[in-house]
């Protein structure tokens, strides 16, 4: 329930020129809505699903360190350490096929 | 001799061209290709958008939607089907683009210009039919799966472009002895401050090829909105990451640029893939930005996963690479055992796509893998093994199509 809502905050509130749907729902766990909050502030989270399941736990810690800093994500270490561990539990392979 | 000919003076044959309107007769791309990734199969959606009908939804914010593989039976990609790709989610509309003006600028500038959009239609137009085409095109069909948008086929599309030449827009502020690199910048926008913006750049010998345009009409209409409207520039046998949209500053040089998207972003290992004209402002590190083009083909019919008559069906698709044309297309019936020559169509320019065909003789019922590989007129073949590297550039490894005959 909560982790909707957020998403309906975000997907509504960066409303542009283009209307954006509904991203899919994201798998309930620890770190839910903390992913679906930072990650939407840029981007549709459906980039989360099309990426898995062939990223390890490791690749989506350095996706998400790119996101701090390459993209500039206003995310600290604490809360991209939950993002990180919500995507590895979540979306991930346990090693490369 | 390169065939600089063949582009010049052909404007009005170009715009000529059959098919620059949506035709609904033919078959529709209704499914995903099995190579895909499973997460990508639960997101993607096909999707009309405003100006836009019926494209592949790989993403809604940033908007990034492929062409589907039934549009590309034509040569020229029609506005309304062509690819629409985006890295940061500020997209400007047609109205935000009202009163719209190309500053040019930089230090290796005897005095920089602002113009407005009468300033270019008073300029030499040229016209290019070219195509645009993604780096991480098929990026998702290859293996190993690397992060990134997971694109299909249809991250590309081919166009007549017309503008003036970027090197006669850059005569009316004088560009000095010295200049290095032309850097770019459009309209659209990051939502976080922190994200750097969307800015590439081209060494002076691409931006003074008489090729290189600032495209202020596509398909002899306004580009849409969501293909750079009002202006874009047009980098023809370079991948689409350089033709900047919603084209706003141009910057001469005399210094590399030297951001995320130039020294981070767009990369791959030096030698990897072959080039014509390397960038060597920007090589760094033994690796070196994604430039030209790779040879490729694509079977746009029939469609995979189709049913086909054994009685003999015809196979069409095209073909293209970086500037020197194609000059074989050979198909394969049986997954890339055997092949013979398919028949190519008249080139239509040499950054264009390149039609071929084949008709197939009676067959056994039953799976076939259909095969395209090209070779152009350099000699370059498509690959027979993925050249695997990190972001996922330039897959041209021959694609196999599945299909039923009965």
């Known amino acids: 329930m909560r982790l909707g809502w957020v998403a309906f905050i975000a997907v509504v509130g960066c409303r542009g020129a283009l209307a954006a749907d509904p991203p899919m729902p994201l798998k309930p766990g620890v770190g839910d809505s903390a992913t679906v909050a930072a990650c939407s502030a840029c981007h549709t989270t459906n980039y989360i699903l099309m990426n898995s399941p062939f990223l390890t736990p490791e690749a989506w810690t350095a996706e998400v360190a790119k996101m701090r800093s390459a993209f500039g994500a206003p995310i600290d270490e604490a809360t991209a350490a939950v993002i990180a561990g919500y995507l590895g539990a979540n979306y991930a392979v346990a090693e490369r096929p | 001799m390169r065939r600089r000919g063949m582009i010049a003076g052909s404007g009005a044959a170009l715009l000529a061209l059959p098919g620059t309107a949506s035709s ?56 309304d089907r062509f690819f629409v790709r985006y890295h940061l989610a500020g997209v400007p509309s047609a109205d935000d683009m009202d009163g719209w003006t190309l500053s040019i600028g930089g ?110 009409a596509m398909n002899n209409a306004p580009l849409p909105p969501l293909n750079g409207y009002p202006a874009r520039l047009v980098v023809p046998g370079w991948v689409g990451a350089y033709w900047m949209k919603h084209l706003t500053t141009i910057e001469v040089r005399s210094t590399p640029l030297e951001n995320y998207w130039m020294r981070d972003a767009y990369r791959v290992p030096g030698g990897l893939f072959p080039v014509d004209h390397p960038f060597p402002s920007q090589a760094a590190d033994g690796t070196v930005p994604v430039t030209e083009l790779v040879v490729n083909s694509l079977i746009a019919d029939p469609l995979e996963g189709h049913e086909v008559d054994r009685s003999g069906f015809v196979i069409r698709g095209i073909a293209w690479d970086r500037g020197a044309g194609i000059n074989r297309v050979e198909v394969s019936l049986d997954g890339g055992h055997n092949w013979q020559d398919a028949l190519l169509d008249r080139p239509l320019g040499r950054y264009a796509y390149r039609l071929f065909s084949t008709q197939t003789n009676l067959m056994r019922p039953g799976p076939y893998q259909l095969v395209s590989r090209a070779t152009s007129n350099s000699g370059e073949k498509q690959v027979a093994r993925l050249k695997v590297n990190p972001g996922g550039y330039f897959n041209n490894l021959p694609r196999p199509i599945p299909v039923l005959v009965t």
């Not at chain 2, 609904?24 to 836009?52: I, M, Y």
């Not at chain 2, 492929?66 to 034509?74: I, K, L, R, S």
């Open chain 2, 24 to 79: 609904s007769a033919a078959a529709e791309t209704t499914r995903l290709p099995a190579e895909l990734p499973e997460g990508t199969r639960q997101v993607d959606q096909f999707a009309n958008l405003p100006d836009k009908r019926r494209l592949l939804r790989l993403a809604d914010r940033p908007p990034n939607y492929e062409t589907p593989v039934d549009a590309f039976t034509n040569p020229v990609t029609p506005n």
């Open chain 2, 107 to 216: 230090d290796a500038v005897d005095h920089p210009v602002r113009l407005k959009m009468q300033d270019l239609l008073d300029l030499p137009s040229n016209e290019v039919l070219a195509v645009c085409q993604c780096a991480g095109a098929r990026r998702g069909l290859g293996l190993p799966h690397v992060a990134g948008l997971q694109w299909g086929d249809g991250a590309m599309g081919c166009a007549v472009w017309r503008g003036p030449a970027l090197r006669d827009v850059l005569k009316a502020c004088g560009v000095k002895t010295g200049a290095l690199e032309v850097w770019l910048s459009g309209a659209d926008k990051p939502t976080m401050d922190g994200t750097p913006p969307y800015r590439k750049s081209i060494p002076m010998e691409k931006a003074m090829d008489a090729d290189t345009i600032v495209a202020i």
